[in-house]
């Protein structure tokens, strides 16, 4: 059988789902396939799950895996992208993974691993918000605040492969806890987990809010960005406010970036983004105008939501590994 030229499977490897497409040479999306990320597995388990979603999205696009080029993963945490191994993972629970190898044992074919916020950056500058530009930072909100960096048209990944941990900026000294261990940082003020602590402490101070009820209703148990998008619909005051205090510290991270980086452009993307789009990012962008040392810089940057929502970090997984494969 003829291999097809230049199909690539990406992988976006979350802590509570995997998705994966099969993508053509021209990156039109031939099929997805998406299950759920076990967290309870032992590490080789998951990997041969991701296998198995990597091979559905493959048979899915009436293909056989040896007709496809590689398959590239998006992985949460730090990676060292030259062996493909997971360094560590808290999400998944992982600590020195050997998840590239591996995973070529299962499938026959090459395979690259990086970071899942590197990726969903590289799929935005390729695909999406960041098409074009040169220097673009990306700052994305979800469970955590992740950044990356393409300077130069590329991806920058510093001296070890850890740049871009801009969620651990510290934005108030002695602020709220965060999952690092110190105070203060952007990701524990302003990511999508620390709205929800915000909104369950004003409820707890007897404040009237919907958010609760429709977790309750939707059956979630975390604030997911659709609960945030529906309380905001109903006008919830305690859900405006916290997420306009997250929008207020997000432009100071923003124009922290802009300040230290010199980007022509800032993409915000995450769930979050994706759902509210200007709605989001609008208050964001005035804050960060606010901060910036060159008043100019307003009209120069352009500060916008991700256009790829949920497809960025498998289809820059895509782009990536066509550049480091050399496809
Ligand atoms: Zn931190």
Same mark, same amino acid.
């Given at each position: 059988?003829? !291999?097809?030229?230049?199909?690539?499977?990406?992988?976006?490897?979350?802590?509570?789902?995997?998705?994966?497409?099969? =993508?053509?040479?021209?990156?039109?999306?031939?099929?997805?396939?998406?299950?759920?990320?076990?967290?309870?597995?032992?590490?080789?388990?998951?990997?041969?799950?991701?296998?198995?979603?990597?091979?559905?999205? +493959?048979?899915?696009?009436?293909?056989?895996?040896?007709?496809?080029?590689?398959?590239?993963?998006?992985?949460? @945490?730090?990676?060292?992208?030259?062996?493909?191994?997971?360094?560590?993972?808290?999400?998944?629970?992982?600590?020195?993974? !050997?998840?590239?190898?591996?995973?070529?044992?299962?499938? &026959?074919?090459?395979?690259? +691993?990086?970071?899942?916020?590197?990726?969903?950056? =590289?799929?935005?500058?390729?695909? $999406? #918000?960041?098409? @074009?530009?040169?220097?673009?930072?990306?700052?994305?909100? &979800?469970?955590?605040?992740? $950044?990356?960096?393409?300077?130069?048209?590329?991806?920058?990944?510093?001296?070890?492969?850890?740049?871009?941990?801009? $969620?651990?900026?510290?934005?108030?000294?002695?602020?709220?806890?965060?999952?690092?261990?110190?105070?203060?940082?952007?990701?524990?003020? #302003?990511?999508?987990?620390?709205?929800?602590?915000?909104?369950?402490?004003?409820?707890?101070?007897?404040?009237?809010?919907?958010?609760?009820?429709?977790?309750? !209703?939707?059956?979630?148990?975390?604030?997911?960005?659709?609960?945030?998008? #529906?309380?905001?619909?109903?006008?919830?005051?305690?859900?405006?406010? =916290?997420?306009?205090? #997250?929008?207020?510290?997000?432009?100071?991270?923003?124009?922290?970036?802009?300040?230290?980086?010199?980007?022509?452009?800032?993409?915000?993307?995450?769930?979050?983004?994706?759902?509210?789009?200007?709605?989001?990012?609008?208050?964001?962008?005035?804050?960060?105008?606010?901060?910036?040392?060159?008043?100019?810089?307003?009209?120069?940057?352009?500060?916008?939501? @991700?256009?790829? &929502?949920?497809?960025?970090?498998?289809?820059?997984? =895509?782009?990536?590994?066509?550049?480091?494969?050399?496809?």
């Amino acid at each position: 059988m003829p !291999k097809r030229d230049g199909v690539i499977v990406g992988v976006d490897l979350g802590g509570t789902s995997m998705k994966a497409l099969a =993508v053509d040479a021209r990156n039109n999306i031939l099929a997805v396939e998406k299950t759920a990320t076990d967290r309870n597995k032992k590490p080789s388990d998951l990997i041969a799950d991701i296998a198995s979603v990597a091979r559905k999205a +493959v048979e899915s696009a009436k293909l056989e895996m040896k007709q496809v080029e590689a398959v590239s993963v998006g992985a949460p @945490g730090s990676i060292d992208h030259n062996n493909g191994i997971v360094h560590e993972a808290p999400n998944l629970g992982w600590k020195e993974i !050997k998840l590239g190898p591996e995973l070529k044992r299962h499938l &026959g074919v090459p395979v690259v +691993v990086d970071n899942d916020v590197n990726v969903g950056l =590289v799929g935005e500058h390729a695909l $999406g #918000a960041g098409a @074009g530009a040169a220097f673009v930072a990306g700052i994305f909100v &979800g469970t955590g605040i992740g $950044g990356a960096l393409i300077a130069g048209g590329k991806l920058y990944q510093g001296s070890r492969g850890g740049a871009g941990e801009i $969620g651990h900026t510290v934005i108030l000294v002695d602020g709220p806890l965060c999952s690092c261990g110190h105070r203060g940082c952007a990701e524990a003020l #302003a990511s999508r987990t620390a709205m929800e602590r915000d909104v369950r402490a004003a409820i707890q101070a007897g404040q009237q809010s919907v958010v609760l009820k429709l977790m309750a !209703k939707k059956e979630k148990s975390r604030m997911t960005s659709s609960i945030i998008h #529906a309380a905001l619909k109903q006008d919830d005051e305690v859900m405006r406010n =916290v997420l306009e205090r #997250a929008q207020r510290h997000l432009g100071i991270l923003v124009a922290n970036a802009v300040n230290l980086l010199d980007p022509e452009r800032v993409v915000i993307g995450g769930g979050i983004a994706g759902r509210l789009g200007e709605d989001f990012v609008g208050p964001i962008r005035k804050t960060a105008y606010e901060y910036f040392l060159r008043p100019d810089d307003a009209r120069r940057v352009k500060i916008l939501p @991700g256009q790829l &929502g949920d497809n960025a970090g498998a289809l820059g997984a =895509v782009v990536l590994a066509r550049q480091r494969l050399g496809l």
